[in-house]
């Protein structure tokens, strides 16, 4: 009789998920490498015809914070997917989405207990997302696979949400994301290598942030696509003790954001919409530490300044030496207090040059501009303890200024080209065209033809493309002019653009074993008179396009900072 009424407890205590009353305490196998608070619900799924429970990931975050993996589930069996947060945690979201961006459920209660069943149909791979909606603490992602005739039970029990394949609601994809990756890989000087890919879900309600960690003498590049739902990104790189040191430059709905550092160094990049809740895609790319000059649009992590100058030469002929220049000439020094500025009349054969500041400790900061013969200011840099400045002329003066901590500096001199005729009457226009050629290897003189440009007026020019070869093409603002366009025609009624406040640049290769013909238009937003357009062969054809392999996950960081 007691065994009888042992069996029946037994039964009664399988037939739906426990009370809060009688909590089910469970099993030291079950415990093992799983937290409590989601190994209780993993054992509960289990009583209910769950198998093969495990946890995939754990974390730690704030409010916004967010971890997630790729899982390819059992294309037979429903999956149960659990979010689930420790006790400071008071509400955690939970989303499953298709590489393609195909929503295949969510569950976004106001609880910290996050779960969706998935049941075949499905995609061979997911991607998973838990997220941080309000509290702070312990996160983690447990997944359990079940047969189709216990699913409901266990959604019932857990009040999550039964999906049987795609659901109607669809986040759209990123049609955008290729198109984006392509751009600013063409846009970007020198090499571009796609690493990795991450995916992640924002709201305007709080920030989502992610560390990037920056391997010393390195560039490291984010694109952030979102999808149709998210309006209007805001992205920041914050430092860890909450200086923000740059905003993310903005590109229709994209954003590009270019970190460079001198030594290891780990950065939170802050995310947030002002509008709409989604998915935003991430695409982390390793850059040109050399081919990125000082003058473009990028976050500069240097080490702090060489001890004395000569160690900052010696940097100086490093770089050099990679990028195949001969050694610059030293042709200025001084010793500048905090705010004061030095001037140095310069002279040399008519040409066109690039200077280099250097500084040495203590100082921290810099800035520079280069003046031309006739009084016109026609480039400005600035730096943490070297910079570059350049300009086409016979005489020219360098004004420096320690903006943080004074100390020495020096000068130097390297002359790139003879002044071609363009040049000669265009010194702001060729001073950016100058600097955006300084990352490009060529082994061919640029080909510089003067534009009209005429406010919110198309310039269209053809350009060839021998077969089997690509060519850099670069189109530079001159005076007065703004927001600068580079339009690619793909067909008729399709084209691709490429913008920048001065200057906008792509990448044009021909497959073909003849030549391509491309047409192009050309225009400023604001400002009118005389650009350039050069094109420069940039040697064979080396797709630059990035491969979109599907998204992985960086592991939490050692100072349990979270990172999707």
């Not at 990123?174 to 796609?194: F, I, K």
């Not at 010194?427 to 534009?451: K, M, V, Y």
Request: charged share 20%.
């Amino acid at each position: 009789m007691k065994r009888h009424l042992a069996s029946v407890l037994a039964l009664a205590l399988g037939c739906g998920r426990p009370s809060p009353a009688q909590p089910v305490t469970p099993p030291p196998a079950v415990l093992t490498g799983v937290p409590s608070w989601l190994a209780k619900d993993l054992f509960v799924a289990a009583r209910l015809g769950a198998t093969d429970g495990r946890v995939l990931i754990t974390g730690a975050g704030i409010t916004g914070d967010s971890l997630g993996l790729a899982y390819s589930p059992d294309s037979k069996k429903c999956t149960v997917l659990l979010a689930r947060g420790s006790e400071t945690t008071s509400d955690v979201d939970l989303f499953v989405y298709g590489d393609d961006g195909t929503w295949y459920g969510s569950d976004e209660r106001a609880n910290k207990d996050a779960t969706v069943v998935l049941c075949p149909p499905h995609p061979a791979r997911l991607y998973l997302t838990a997220r941080v909606a309000s509290g702070y603490g312990r996160l983690a992602i447990g997944v359990a696979t079940v047969d189709k005739e216990h699913a409901d039970s266990i959604e019932r029990s857990f009040a999550g949400e039964r999906l049987d394949g795609p659901t109607p609601r669809r986040h759209g994809g990123w049609p955008a994301l290729n198109e984006a990756a392509s751009a600013r890989a063409r846009n970007m000087p020198g090499q571009w290598v796609h690493e990795k890919q991450i995916l992640f879900p924002v709201a305007p309600e709080a920030p989502t942030h992610f560390t990037v960690a920056l391997r010393a003498h390195s560039c490291s590049d984010l694109l952030l696509v979102p999808a149709t739902e998210v309006a209007h990104l805001s992205v920041s790189a914050v430092q860890m003790d909450g200086e923000v040191l740059g905003e993310a430059e903005a590109f229709g709905d994209a954003r590009g954001l270019l970190m460079c550092s001198e030594e290891p160094a780990e950065l939170t990049i802050r995310v947030r919409p002002h509008a709409g809740q989604g998915m935003v895609a991430v695409l982390l790319a390793r850059a040109d530490f050399d081919a990125v000059t000082s003058s473009r649009q990028a976050i500069w992590l240097g080490a702090s300044a060489p001890e004395t100058l000569e160690q900052a030469q010696t940097q100086s002929w490093k770089r050099a030496e990679r990028r195949s220049r001969k050694r610059a000439r030293v042709v200025a020094r001084g010793t500048s207090a905090t705010g004061r500025r030095e001037r140095h009349p310069l002279s040399a054969p008519a040409a066109c040059y690039r200077y280099e500041l250097l500084s040495a400790a203590p100082t921290r900061s810099i800035a520079g501009w280069l003046w031309d013969g006739a009084g016109k200011m026609v480039s400005k840099s600035s730096g943490t303890h070297r910079l570059a400045l350049y300009g086409c002329g016979r005489t020219h003066r360098v004004d420096v200024e320690v903006t943080e901590r004074g100390g020495k500096y020096l000068v130097e001199r390297t002359r790139l080209m003879n002044t071609p005729p363009a040049l000669k009457t265009l010194p702001i226009a060729a001073a950016r065209l100058l600097a955006a050629l300084d990352g490009i290897s060529s082994t061919t003189e640029p080909n510089i033809q003067p534009i009209p440009v005429v406010s919110r007026r198309l310039n269209k020019v053809n350009v060839v493309v021998a077969g089997g070869s690509c060519k850099q093409v670069i189109f530079t603002l001159g005076e007065g002019q703004m927001d600068a366009e580079l339009r690619v025609a793909e067909d008729s009624a399709r084209a691709r653009s490429f913008r920048g406040l001065y200057t906008a640049q792509t990448r044009l290769c021909s497959p073909n074993a003849e030549f391509t013909t491309f047409s192009l238009e050309l225009h400023a937003n604001r400002g009118a008179g005389t650009a350039l357009l050069t094109t420069v062969v940039t040697g064979g054809l080396t797709p630059k396009k990035p491969s979109l392999s599907p998204p992985r996950l960086n592991q939490p960081s050692r100072g349990g900072a979270m990172t999707p």
